[in-house]
């Protein structure tokens, strides 16, 4: 694998009730969970059978390094395996550099999508009628251009599928109102805080979600932050509105897909090692460009 690099598609750890998601292992602790980003990854609702090198350690470290930067209460505990008192012979080395031990919350059952830039299924929506999840916009915005302001976009959390979109209307009627108000005003100033230090550090985030929880009365910033799987990272140097962007995530997977004459209904094929390669390097390079460090695993 590149980089003398191994993947891991899959942990598993004796005898600790686990949950899979489409990346990530979820294992339950009692009142901790432990979450494992595995090298899955997924396109057009599959997850594919080609792990990606490294990829969940990439995607570990850049939150670990938000929640460390923005200062928001959130959920983490450590980051470091030898202190998260796992039953003794439990392998560790699969976990480095990969795994967050987490306070367990009451999560909320939506997903808080800010859009600084117009781009995806919002530009899509803005050209048949002007709007964004009911938020009205001016009138002749370009694809990729940069909003006004950051708009708030909430969507629902669906167990398989595509989160739906809704209005804040909608929000504000399933979880109250104090709740919506409250997430709204604090997914917009994290995406702000966020923004403003990727911008100085040549990348763009178009648009992100965040999730929350609550224990204790208290709200928590949950889940991952700011990485380039909750969010759209462009490349500032190549950023032009008026047409798609160059983009930090998946875009090699995607492409390659498009054109390899796979359905997308019968279980997909594997990925050529050179799309594996560069799409490793694009997730390495964005974690390098935001923290400043060089990247290693473990």
């Not at 012979?89 to 808080?112: F, N, Q, S, W, Y």
């Not at 694809?143 to 209307?169: M, Q």
């Not at 995406?191 to 990727?198: I, T």
Request: glycine fraction near 10%; aromatic fraction near 8%.
């Amino acid at each position: 694998m590149a980089h003398g690099t191994s993947v891991v598609v899959e942990t598993c750890l004796p005898d600790l009730p686990v949950r899979r998601g489409k990346v990530r292992d979820v294992y339950d602790l009692g009142r901790e969970l432990l979450l494992v980003s595995t090298d899955r990854i997924s396109a057009f609702d599959w997850v594919l059978p080609s792990g990606i090198p490294d990829k969940g350690c990439v995607l570990t470290q850049i939150s670990a390094f938000w929640f460390g930067l923005l200062g928001e209460p959130n959920h983490l505990l450590t980051t470091d395996v030898e202190r998260m008192g796992l039953p003794p012979g439990i392998d560790l080395a699969p976990l480095r550099g990969r795994t967050t031990l987490v306070r367990k919350t009451e999560v909320v059952p939506i997903e808080c999508v800010v859009r600084g830039y117009l781009a995806g299924s919002g530009w899509k929506e803005y050209r048949q009628s002007g709007m964004v999840c009911g938020v009205r916009l001016p009138a002749g915005l370009r694809e990729s251009d940069r909003l006004p302001e950051p708009i708030f976009t909430p969507a629902t959390k669906e167990e398989s599928g595509h989160d739906v979109n809704i209005s804040f209307e909608e929000m504000r009627a399933r979880v109250g109102r104090e709740l919506a108000e409250e997430l709204r005003r604090r997914s917009l100033e994290v995406y702000r805080r966020g923004a403003e230090r990727a911008r100085d550090r040549g990348i763009l985030i178009a648009d992100t979600k965040f999730e929350w929880g609550q224990v204790d009365g208290e709200i928590l910033l949950i889940d991952e932050v700011l990485t380039p799987d909750s969010s759209r990272f462009w490349p500032a140097a190549d950023y032009g509105p008026g047409r798609a962007q160059a983009s930090y995530d998946k875009q090699f997977v995607r492409d390659w897909l498009e054109r390899s004459g796979w359905d997308k209904n019968s279980p997909p094929p594997e990925l050529p090692a050179d799309v594996v390669a560069a799409t490793r390097a694009k997730y390495v390079e964005a974690y390098e460009l935001l923290t400043g460090q060089p990247f290693a695993c473990g």
